[in-house]
């Protein structure tokens, strides 16, 4: 295309504006990866085929256009979309109606029926799809009154749920890339630069650097030639914030790299985003593909004849690849494998060039600011971690799903009162269970009761030997071994170990077999020194942030679970019961009423013994699954389960 | 004149002269308030010097950091973490990937930095296959020289190895990942020396190994076998693929009469081994010690290189006068032939079809020695002592044979020797030197200096200015050629014409100049080519050295030993002479092209069956090459269209279409193979026709 002229965004958004204007209801149901696994799109299509039969006029598409002939468009009954994902991953699927401002919760196409009846047609509420939170009669009506949402700060995530993400135009309806136009035709790149600085937006990916800083150290290298990164390659287990972002509000993350773009003088991007997020890909992919039809990503970006085009591209499903010059490697399609730092990326990146990476989370907040202003965005969450922070809840909490919270909350209110409690092996919360969260995942540590009070920032989850990380955050009951927890982080590096260093590579592999001695009963107080030193070693020695935050979730464990890992070594005894190679079942004689519910219960025939008689346990044959425990009324089994 | 090439020998060596220590930190800045910035090390101020690294500046302050991965030819890799310094105000850093800033403050042995470096060996001797006493690397290993040296004592980690299979595959080589410390040294001197990358990482995590391509074996890939992985290797993952054995049996055989020839290279080279300088001329002691051994006669490679000279250089100006094949490149490098066979099979009519030294000892010593040593050919065994690991591989090539037997049955490398020096208990240094056995023992200087790079081409030189112009040489020496930068070019005035000339050494250098050629860009009227950096005293096969100033001391001692002869140039050896007028006749005539020349051919990389694309296992198999050379004749877009009619016509279930890579007639392609058919120059029609047929054989009744 040669030429085009510069897309008037008030004129794209007042015409959705008015597009939706014409609809009486929106249905918006949540098509995040989670709500889709338990049949989101089933309900989607049972709305469209029940509003049909109720002679409901329903549109599954806004298009501003339809009146463009006559003028003369109609109301509409219903507009049916699809929103990136809501959250409340735990209650899915999620069914919003709007205006009435109700969400219906766990929906199953059989429900739709009635909602269409109930709602849709007779302006009436489906009470029995409504929250309701646990250990309470009250039924929620809809994100105004549900404490999961009441109690969280949903700045980046505010899009996600209520914008369709594969609409360019309700995005920029709701405000989108105005921000961008600000940035490109009002500001100077030094002026974005310090606008970021400015609102002390620190990177959302787990370092924690300033992002304005980032910026003006790219924006002053010389050359013609810089670029920009979207890090998407979130690869922490049971972390998808980022895939929320890029699947829920692409267009945020697309206009967060543009105004990067502009503030270090770039004209190329990439969005490298994990292989194993394929909506992402796809939604992302039509977003850049819609930005460029609009004429906002391309050669003459606001008519300033600066140059943006935006590559999307698939990571290579290696957790390693998050690391940035790894990335950068992938990108350019080498092996991913770290470099050493210096060069930095904003001296020597993609390609030798001067490149700015940022997390997906960082780019979604950059429009935000820049439209609220820095010092108000600055008023948000704490003096050194200014702005919100979004966390995957996930583990033994009630409401488990995706959640956003200024920085300085405290781990008590996610847990409690956000997350509406600690649940037990049956899922039932109870009073007592709490014994620790896993923050920031593999290279993260463990927080426990004693730091519920404590303000989560940055700093202060440094201070005490955690991180944030990219913001994974398991929740773990009593039931929880923290051996098992460091082991499976450990399992986790070690597989995902580029295999480069020394240290990293041999010494995640060396920390999981000590770890494995301590659950398996070989270990002494001896293990746990070298476990100790060894650690130390990799996490000084290492040439990546992979290698050097690898032992964070063993010294993190051997800090505040001292007691309980000696237990394994001194005692030979697992206190949760979870190291199986530490469990000998024992049934006590003088409790045993010989009942033989035990030894019909077992499944591997270990129990033997005769009716009204004492039994006993063969441990030679016992599996060590504590079925025999559970199952007697005597108590007269120990050691296991 | 020179051009700066991106060659090995570019890097700068430090000079031990330059390093300054001052004890005292308040005069360290007065004195260099004038003087050089300066950095602490230990207390110590040392100044910098351009140096590239924290690593190279604290060597020169004399402390000898311990690295796996650091080489100073290879670019920064920063993984074996042994390097590890504490900088002031920034905490541990890998010295290597660190560079120098003027006011640091570093130390480099703290007890945190000491332990972290034990923990580091023991993690590696955790995960390594401990069968020091019989590794063929056993006197050289750094592993072993570092876990001495940090003082590991015991391993305090249980043992991670698991047993993988040894690479045996190729002829020059042996790759034992058993071994392997993942240091990438040999990737990096494969891909960055060499520029092919015959082996690379493969795997994450515990599975990482270096490996070739889809984990084949060194035989069925790219690689050229020029060893340089192994020089570089710091254990015994990467070593040479011994043939002592088989000699030892012929040696041992009282029917067999075992000759030997000597590389020019391998005299500045093998002393080495035995506590001579790097450098030091050693022939009679060689000779010496081949008789001890048990060899009939010793003789020297270079009488062969002085023959090479006459047919290279003849061929060389009767291709100026015609105007034809120009440049011409040299191939004496075996290591080189195979890289151009792979991967420019358009340009092998510009290798000088001269064999190299080594085989045309081989086929004069079977067309000469039988009646002279009085031993028919079967009994008469040629074995030659080599600088090369290629070598190896190519003395067993097909056509390097008489009367279906070998020219040259057995190659031994610098090593090799010195371990059988070792075996039978000779005292080296106490040798004395013994004469080369006449007539292929006599040689000129022009011979000698083959070893070294720009050698070959000085030796041309010195024969073609007196072909050319008819006139006597002044002074022996062209100096322009010698050197040691990676890519060097000369302008050589014969008679009225002015040769242009150029000598790489690294293929990487070689790789610049043949894409030149392709392009029709290139100046040059001769390349000389050597695989390896320094040419052959460079060669994997030499004592491995980690004195960097090494390969220039090989050179300095065969320019030294040029000197020490009588003779300078070929056309001087009346040995050589003698064989023309009993044996071969002309120079370059046809008895000389019989036995002395050789035809190139296009090699294809890497062995494959290809891949099923409609996944049928039909009777009639269809492979459709989609090699660098078939897939820019159009192949792919053959295959595409093959793929579609095959679908069409509902033949799915009878042809099994595949892509395969190279059928080794790159300059004929696009080629398919229908079953056993390879048709050349393939179009669609030709395809379908062809398939129809095969069709019509295979499948009707």
Known sequence: ????????????????????????????????????????????????????????????????????????????????????????????????????????????????????????????????????????????????????????????????????????????????????????????????????????????????FPTGRKWELTRVQGGPKKYVICNGDEGDPGAFMDRSVMEGNPHSVIEGMMIAARAIGADEGYAYIRMEYPLAVRRFRKAVADAEALGLLGEDVFGTGQRFRLHVMEGAGAFVCGEETALMASIEGRRGMPMPKPPFPAQQGLWGKPTVINNVETLATVPLILAMGSA????????????????????????????????????????????????????????????????????GGCLTAEHLDLPLDFDSLRSVGAMVGSGGLVVMNQQTCMVQIAKFFMQFTQNESCGKCVLCREGTKQMLALLDDVAEGRADLGTLELLEKLAYAVQKGSLCGLGKTAPSPVLSTLRHFRAEIEAHVVQKRCPTGQCKALVSPEILADKCKGCTLCARKCPVGAISGTVKQAHTIDVDKCVKCGVCAAACKFDAIVGVG | MAIRGLGPADAKVPSRALWVCIRNPQSAMETTMTTKPTITVDGRAVELDGERNLLEVIRKAGIELPTFCYHSDLSVYGACRLCLVDVEGRGLCGSCSTPAEPGMSIRTGTEEIREIRKITVELLLANHHQACPTCPKTHNCQLQELSRKLGVEEVRFRSTHQPVPVDKSCPSLVRDPNKCVLCGDCVRACSEVQGIGAIDFAGRGAKCTVAPAFNKGLADVECVYCGQCAAVCPTGALTIRSEVAEVWKALDDRSKTVVVQIAPAVRVGLGE??????????????????????????????????????EEATEFLHRKAAGEKLPQFTSCCPAWVKYAEQYYPDLVDHLSTCRSPQQMFGALARQMLPARLKVENKDLVVVSIMPCTAKKFEAGLAKFRTDGRRDVDFVLTT????????????????????SLDLPMGFKTGAGVIFGVTGG????????????ATG?????????????????????????????????????????????????GTCPYDLIEVMACPGGCVGGAGQPSCRDRSAKAKRARGLYEADKMLQLHKSQENHMVAAVYRDLLGEVGGEKAHHLLHTKYHARRRITDEGFSLLGSVGAVKMSVCVGTGCYLKGSQDLLHALVRHVESQQLRDLVDVRATFCMEKCDRGPNVRINDTVIEGCSFEQACQALQAELGKTVAP
Do not use: W
């Open chain 1, 1 to 208: 295309m040669a030429t085009h002229t510069t897309v008037n965004l008030e004129q794209v958004a007042a015409e959705y504006r008015k597009a939706g204007e014409r609809l009486r209801r929106r249905v918006v149901i949540c098509a995040g990866t989670g709500c889709v696994a338990s049949g989101a799109l089933k309900v989607h299509e049972a709305f469209a085929r029940a509003a049909a039969e109720g002679c409901l006029e329903v549109q599954l598409e806004l298009r501003p256009h339809d009146d463009a002939g006559n003028g003369q468009a109609g109301p509409i009954d219903v507009g049916l979309s699809k929103s990136g994902c809501q959250g409340f991953c735990q209650m899915g699927p999620l069914v919003t109606v709007e205006p009435d401002g109700l969400l219906y919760v766990k929906v199953r196409p059989a429900d739709v029926e009635e909602i269409v009846r109930e709602t849709l047609m007779g302006n009436g509420v489906v009470e029995r799809l409504l929250y309701v939170e646990p250990g309470k009669a009250h039924r929620c009506r809809g994100t105004g009154d549900i404490p999961f949402y009441t109690r969280q700060s949903r700045l980046v995530l505010a899009g996600c749920g209520a914008l369709d993400p594969e609409s360019i135009g309700q995005y920029i309806a709701a405000g989108g890339y105005f921000a961008a136009r600000k940035a490109y035709t009002e500001l100077s790149a030094q002026a974005v630069c310090e606008e970021v600085l400015h609102s002390g937006l620190r990177g959302r990916g787990g370092g924690g």
């Open chain 1, 376 to 443: 108000e965005y600055r008023a948000i969450g704490t003096a050194s971690s200014p702005g919100t922070k979004t966390f995957a809840l996930t583990g033994h909490v009630a409401n488990t799903g995706l959640i956003e919270v200024p920085f300085g909350t405290t781990l008590r209110e996610i847990v409690y009162n956000i997350g509406g409690g600690v649940t037990d092996a049956t899922g039932e919360v109870t009073g007592e269970g709490f014994k620790a969260v896993q923050i920031g995942g593999p290279s």
């Open chain 2, 273 to 310: 081994q035995f506590g001579l300088e790097p450098g030091a001329v050693a022939t009679g002691q060689i000779v010496a010690a081949l008789k001890r051994l048990g060899f009939a006669q010793v003789y020297d490679t270079c009488f062969a290189a002085d023959v090479t000279v006459l």
């Open chain 2, 415 to 434: 090593q090799e020797l010195a371990r059988m020096v070792e075996e039978r208990g000779l005292r080296f240094a106490d040798l004395q030197p013994e």
């Open chain 2, 456 to 467: 070959v081409t000085e030796a041309v030189l010195r024969y073609a200015a007196e072909k």
């Open chain 2, 471 to 519: 006139v006597q040489l002044q002074g022996v020496d062209f100096l322009d050629v010698r050197g040691e930068e990676g890519l060097r070019e000369a302008e050589v005035a014969l008679g009225d014409t002015t040769l242009k000339v150029a000598i790489v050494h690294g293929l990487r250098n070689a790789k610049k100049l043949a894409e030149q050629v392709r392009a």
